[in-house]
């Protein structure tokens, strides 16, 4: 079993900057992505980045690109997101994730789920 716990969400204006931090606990053997997700009230669960475990291979969503960067330490168990250049628009629930698949685009792909932390951005 995998825990994953989020936090560093919270309030910006737009423009600003956010990091959000997710410690990884448990029996990480085989799990090969980490990825970030958000939810909007009423909508799915959307992908917005993912890395993999092993190596350098990073992968954002088109909406993202260039203003999020998603990194990991392996020495610390956290995955991170950081966020520049908010918009109104990704106000969401953010999702830390992690998979034992290669394919990472998909909410159905990952196995584990942390409870989320909200991001709120003002316009």
């Known amino acids: 079993q995998v825990r994953l716990v989020e936090s560093g969400g919270g309030s910006v204006p737009a423009g600003g900057s956010l990091t959000l931090s997710c410690a990884v606990s448990g029996d990480t053997f085989g799990i090969y992505t980490m990825g970030w997700f958000r939810q909007a009230p009423g909508k799915e669960r959307e992908f917005r980045a993912a890395?993999?475990?092993?190596?350098?291979?990073?992968y954002y969503a088109d909406s993202v690109k260039g203003r999020f960067t998603i990194s990991r330490d392996n020495a610390k168990n956290t995955l991170y997101l950081q966020m520049n250049s908010l918009k109104p628009e990704d106000t969401a629930t953010y999702y830390c994730?992690?998979?034992?698949?290669?394919?990472?685009?998909?909410?159905?792909?990952?196995?584990?789920w942390g409870q989320g932390t909200q991001i709120t951005v003002s316009s």
């Open positions: 994730a992690a998979a034992r698949s290669s394919d990472y685009f998909y909410a159905s792909q990952y196995d584990y």
């Open positions: 890395i993999r475990t092993i190596g350098l291979n990073t």
